[in-house]
């Protein structure tokens, strides 16, 4: 349901959804100085994550120069942030067999190349370069560029506009659903994966904002980014086992059925939208 808003400004509504999470964010990284567990770098990442999805839903909005140089600063420190996360998420499945045949030699290379990415991460906080996209991202999101056409909109034709734009997220997972085989691959599923997290990213803003309120929408989409988040996890550590030249081949081969894929069908995740459709 959309709440009137008399007052209704897009570059009021974008500002307040990136502020919020840049202010996460730098909280997050200020964790991640003293303390480089899973749970800090998992949350840094969320809220990486989460500006790079607004910025690409709501870039109708926004002036692409400005944006584009954002989005850059992003990118690099999601790159300083992402072998390191990969490697956590590597170690929390590899921690759970039971084989220890299998599970010590990879957990001992898995260990010994976290430390690595570790140092590297530190490096990078140490640097003067993450101040400065830090910064940068403060400004961006205290004063989005917006669009002249959209700056010019009455409250009511701009509140609609945005309304729209969020809802479309919706449709274009629809989509993407709807246009699966019976048995997709995991590069198709990593798609919907991506599709979901923009339209639960945006669902979410429209609530933090009170613009829209959708609590299904937000616990399905959130529910199938988990889903499908596991299968591309697990793509990962195949892809990482594989590249092991130097693994035993028994242990690789013992791993790589321990971690068999077992993909959804498009019947099963149709009918998580049907659910909500309802």
Known sequence: ???????????DFISAILTNHTTKLISHITALRQNKSFETIHDCRVALRTIDSHLYTF?????????????HQLDWLNSKLSAIRDLDAMIARVVKVENDQVKQPLITRLQGQRLHQEIKLQKMLDSPKLDLALKALTNYAL???IRQKFSELGPKKAQAKVTATISHTWVLLFEHLDSLPKRPTTKQLHRVRI????????YEAAAETNLLQSPHIQAWTKQLQKELGQVQDIKILRK?????SDLEPLVRTQALIYF???????????AGVTQISK
């Not at 349901?1 to 570059?11: E, G, I, V």
């Not at 870039?59 to 989005?71: E, N, Q, W």
């Not at 599709?195 to 945006?202: M, P, S």
Request: net charge positive; aromatic share 10%; with cysteine.
């Open 1 to 11: 349901m959309t709440r009137a808003n008399t007052y209704f400004a897009p570059s």
């Open 59 to 71: 870039s109708p909005f926004l002036r692409r120069k400005s944006t584009s140089d954002v989005v």
């Open 143 to 145: 004063n989005p560029p």
């Open 195 to 202: 599709a979901a997290k923009q339209c639960r990213y945006a």
């Open 240 to 244: 990482w086992i594989k590249n092991q």
């Open 260 to 270: 068999s894929h077992n993909l959804p069908n498009r019947k099963q995740l149709l």
